[in-house]
Structures are given as C-alpha cells and as structure tokens.
C-alpha cells in the first residue's frame, strides 16, 4: 500500500489567511482525493484531483476557496483560503491505489482564531 | 439523494460479547461497499469490503440487498476494537468517489 504523508500535520491560523496542506505520496498514483472532517462529523470528499487537469470540485466546494494543484503523479496541494472559524477541521488527502481502495494520510488539523 | 445511514453514533460493548454496526445505504443498483476503521491516533484504513468476502480482525460484513444493509459484525469483541468505524458505499464501479456514512464509535468495556 501507498505511504502518504501529509504537511503540516497541524496549525493554528488567523482567519483572513490563507493555508497550504501539502500531500505526498511514495509511489505514482492517478486519483488523490481531499477530504474534510468536521468536528464529531463525517468525511467529506471536497475534490478530486488528477495529475494533468483541474481538480473536480464537489457540491458546496469551490475553486476559489479550496484550490488544489497537481503537479505531478505522486503531490497534490490544497489551500484553504481566507479561512474563517468555520473552516477549523481536518484535511485529509487519500489516494486511490486500484481496486477502488482508497489509502488515506495522517490529517491535518487546522484551527482557525 | 443517495445515502449511507450509520444510526448508531456510539456503541458500547463487553468484551468477548458479540458486536454489530449497523449501516443501510440507499443507492439503486449494485454498489460496492467498504468498512474503513480509524484507531486511537492512527489513519482511517480500510478494514474490510464487500466483493473480497474476507474476514478481517475476526470481522465479516454481508450485503443483504433486499434490506440495503452492510452491517460489521464480530462474535466475539476484542479491547483493540475500540476505533472509529465508516461505512462507504461506492455507488458504482468506474465511479470512484467513496460517500462515508458519519461513523459509529465503538468502545469495548473489559
């Protein structure tokens, strides 16, 4: 299975700011997926994005808000924009490895003040 | 709108007594569905799903298609169980976006 690692694996921003979560994977993958955990909530799946097109944004996410780039077969970036309280969650990226089993990374957990 | 139904946020348990999560989803056709576990300070993963037939860490899970159900069970509950468990449906294969349904905490009591 894929190993992922995510950066940061947590921070605590101001709102108005902007923070980047880097997700790193040791093998090539197609499909890598962000998600958001809201406190005592479900996983989320805010986009998917595929190395070589812009990232498909899910229902109530947006490119402005959420930008997400992929560079390459094993990164992905995603940005939480000019975050507000209600962004404090946590992020996780996950990669499909084939099968339709999905391998997920540590988290990031974001605090926004 | 297609759903995945987890009605029990926590589940309590002995150990050694049987265990069961529910979970109903509701999508029309076959999908294929998965139990993910996330541990005490560890990363969700997948424990185990449906097409494989497996059990993992003593745990089975069936398809009931008539009642759209895809409950976890385990006879006998073990203290490293205690975790996190999602039920994710795929709504249909060449579609490879999982929905997670919001999770069953379960702790087992020695």
């Known amino acids: 299975s894929a190993v992922i690692s995510q950066k940061p694996s947590r921070d605590i921003c101001q709102r108005g700011t902007s923070l980047t979560i880097q997700c790193q994977v040791d093998?090539?993958?197609?499909?890598m997926f962000w998600y958001r955990q809201q406190p005592g909530q479900s996983l989320t799946l805010i986009a998917t994005a595929n190395q070589g097109s812009e990232a498909t944004y899910e229902s109530g996410f947006v490119i402005d808000k959420f930008p997400i780039s992929r560079p390459n077969l094993t990164f992905s970036t995603l940005t939480v924009s000019n975050m507000s309280p209600e962004d404090s969650s946590i992020y996780l990226c996950?990669?499909?490895?084939?099968?339709?089993?999905?391998?997920f990374g540590p988290g990031t957990r974001l605090t926004v003040t | 709108a297609q759903r995945v139904t987890q009605p029990e946020k926590l589940l309590s348990v002995f150990k050694g007594a049987p265990v069961e999560l529910k979970c109903n989803y509701s999508?029309?056709?076959?999908?294929?569905l998965f139990w993910y576990v996330q541990y005490s300070r560890q990363r969700l993963q997948l424990l185990l799903r449906h097409i494989s037939r497996e059990s993992i860490k003593g745990f089975t899970a069936d398809l009931n298609k008539g009642e759209t159900s895809f409950h976890l069970k385990k006879p006998f509950a073990q203290e490293e169980d205690s975790a996190m468990y999602y039920c994710?449906?795929?709504?249909?294969?060449?579609?490879?976006?999982?929905?997670f349904g919001t999770g069953t905490r379960l702790t087992i009591i020695p």
């Open positions: 994710a449906p795929l709504p249909n294969f060449g579609n490879e976006k999982l929905t």
């Open positions: 996950s990669v499909d490895q084939g099968a339709y089993e999905q391998y």
């Open positions: 093998s090539q993958v197609t499909m």
């Open positions: 999508y029309s056709g076959s999908p294929e």
